[in-house]
């Protein structure tokens, strides 16, 4: 990972969403940082980015991380127009986290005036196994009900706690944006005008 | 001085040459730095006299001429703003000299290239932002470390240092990146741009509005509330505590004030930059900056995301991020007092947040209704002026369509709420496409053409209020017009895509309605005061049921569908009483939509959708809000009693401040200056200490109206002059 590779690669903006205390924070600290903190989770990371190498290929991830914005809705789509791929957190012991990834998928449809594009949805907090109330089935019921029409859409489920899948979500992603881009994603008819809010 | 033809020589000669190439000189539009400029002036001349020295087969006479000019400019002047100004003269010299060669885009990036590498060698060009000078000791990578207290064993305690440690260090970083901004960004661009005539396209005032503005709140926030706090830890040698630096966060919205009109303008910004990216120049430029920009962070945080379009975004990220570090804070707080002020912190700093997310979604709405009037034809208005002529036209002219004009009923700015494509049933049963569109008091009926998408209306604006839905299907609606007389002024059938679009209109069309009816009671009620509007108010808050026209309209169990029959045509008689009977209901607010006989018995049972919904402005009138207002007031009636004695504990209004030790130097020096008076001042204030309690009831009760005091505001009040204790949060 030298760092002359690493400047050259054209940075991918990934930004996570999700409601309030779904994990996103936790989550890309995770992956940023690649450690425990054991003492301490800070709470927030202003930004960052991360090189590394996903099947042979170098990708240098930017990931902006939305926490603290969620009851903001007139700012978010400020967010979501620097995105290139979008990783969509809910937590798996909360219903209301849930039910707003549907509303948060539509508006990045809306933002990005795209009908596909790529999404990770993440249900996080898979360790409290006790407190879950969403099941797997569920999340992935929502998923493949994308999938009919946003082929690069796709769910798996982490846990940021032990940080199981944590990597594998954000390099899942860049593999569905690889794959968008191959497929002239960019150049893909427009979503039509109508909308609605 | 070296062999010719030496690898030093020519490297110099080299470096020389790129230097003094006149093409690569132009004339300054501002005076520059004098510091700098010195700086500058002394490369280029020590690179030139070893040109001379070197290359005694100089050819061009004008080209040395002018740098012998350069030369002499530096070594006849004393002052630093006469070489400056000499810098400048003979950069205009040799610029004039050149000004015939036009120079190509390639040119013009390969001068960029030097200036460049000359910022990198000589240091940046100065910026004139004082406050930044002030402080960049504190941003200097490593310049604070973390307090490390060893007496503190309980692990809550360690980790509420460390979230406080996390605000201070982010808090830190968010300057450096507004310093990046101001130093490497701005100030190059205006060098540039004044001294070479580069990137003259770029506006820094477009593409970073406001950030000086930005920088000196956090500055604020920084230098009089965060670091005095750190300080009084180090001193003490104790752990930083939150009440040291409530007063930042409590005036958070004092504070951050000048920081809102960036924010607001943060999407056009960033519109203007993905404009310049087109620029080659330009992006050469961002690809210097973003480089030389990485001195500015810790060497260890060199995964920095330091993009353009991320350092735009962070100063406007960073105001949402207050809150979570204040209540992580508060997560690992134990000691009340410390606990309490939290909460105030974070309050303030949510109730900014949601001020701003408001003015957002204002200016949102503004421009989205922009966007729209710009495109809106009255088309059928059109036909009727040219009909009669051009003497008419001109008179009629003004009366058209104004969507951008203040609602009638309450001069407000009206809003779009909903926008859909759909099918349209015309007179004579044809369909054709149109567009549907919903504001807060009307709704148009448009066609979309042309490549700007123009918008054609294809029937009158219909009042909102005078607007009856019924449902046909599932996807379908009729939308019928009344006039003020409860006429049928104009019907529309509308075919939606899907069921659940059309469950959207529908539910979003009563929301509408609702809002705008109870708009319309209030406004009666304030303008009139009248006693009837106030009981029809009172009505529609506990809507009774409606017999008479349910039981009406159940008897007709023949007509289940009375509009779709209608449309078949033939019926013509039927469709008019019926409609008419639906709608007279609906406008007496009794009934607001059926669509089969099924669902108008369920309006017997069902209630009637609580009217003051949606509408922002309109939230503030009625009475859920009133509860609202009722303890943001106290939230401000706390704020103040808190920063009343916070200032007593300390006694100096000051105190905050003075507890860094080079303001109290100053302050020191000012009062040997001023000894009497000051004197003076302190008696003074030790009086004012022993009565800030009372001053502060008396500056709470000051807040309050005599008239609106409620029983609980008068036991708020009565906590307050009482003794000094808080009132329960």
Redesign the interface.
Known sequence: MSKSVSKSVK?I?IVVIGSGGVGKSALTLQF?KSKFFL??D???E?????SCYIDNEMARL???D????E?????RE??M??GQAFLVVFSVTDRKGFEEVDSLIQLIYRVKDREAFPIMVAGNKIDLQNDRCIDQSLAQELVQRHQEFNPYCAYIETSAKTRLNVDLVFHDLVRLLRLYNAKGGSKQAKK?????? | MFPPNSDSWRRLHHRADRFVRPSRVSVPVRSLDPDWCEAAAGTASQRFSSVLAADSGWQQQGRSSSLENLAFGRDSRGSKEDKADAFLRNLRAAHLFQSSQAATSQDNRDKLHDYLSQCDECGLPRHNNELLSEISADLAPGAWAQPSDRTLTA?KA??QQ??IW?LCQ?EL??LR?LKTIIEIYIAVIHYLQSSASLLLDVDTDRLFPDVAAVFSSHCVLWTRHLRPALELAATSEGPVRPRDFAEGFIRFGEIFEPALAFCLR??ES?DYLRQLEKNEAFNDFVKWAQKSSAKNYNSNDC???L?L??LL??P???L??Y???L??IQRHTEDGEDREALELMIGSVSKF??K???L??DK?DEEELRGIADRLEDAKTNEQLDALGEECSSQLSKFRLNLRSAMPHNGQPRRK?????VRLKDERGKWTDARLLLFTDLMLVTK?YGKR?LLRLLRTPVRLDKLEVCRLDCTSLVLAALTDFKSLDGLHCVTL?EQR?CD?WLERIRQAQAALQSQLSLEAYSVASHPKPVRWLSESQSPPPQPRHSQQLQQRPQQHHPIATSSSGGSGRVRATTLLEVATAASAGKIHAAHSSSELDAIEREPLPQPPSPGREQQQLSGKSQQFRMSEHRHTVLQQWYLSQHHREHSAPSSVLSRSPLRQKKQQQKQQKQPREQQQQRSNSAEEAGTSSATSAAAAAALIPARELTPERRRLMSYISSSGQAPEV
Request: charged share 25%; net charge negative.
């Open positions: 940075p903006k940023s003492d301490y800070p709470t927030i202003d930004s960052f980015s991360k930017d990931i902006l939305t926490a603290g914005q009851e903001f809705t007139s700012m400020q967010y127009r620097l039509s005008k109508c909308s609605l809010l | 692990g360690v980790r460390a979230a996390e982010t970083n968010i990146h943060i999407t960033k995964s920095m995301d993009q379009k991320s975004t962070m406007f990220q960073r949402t991020k809150g979570l570090l209540q992580e947040c949601n701003m997310n408001s957002y979604q949102a709420l909903m926008e859909a494509d979309v998408q895509p679009l959207d």
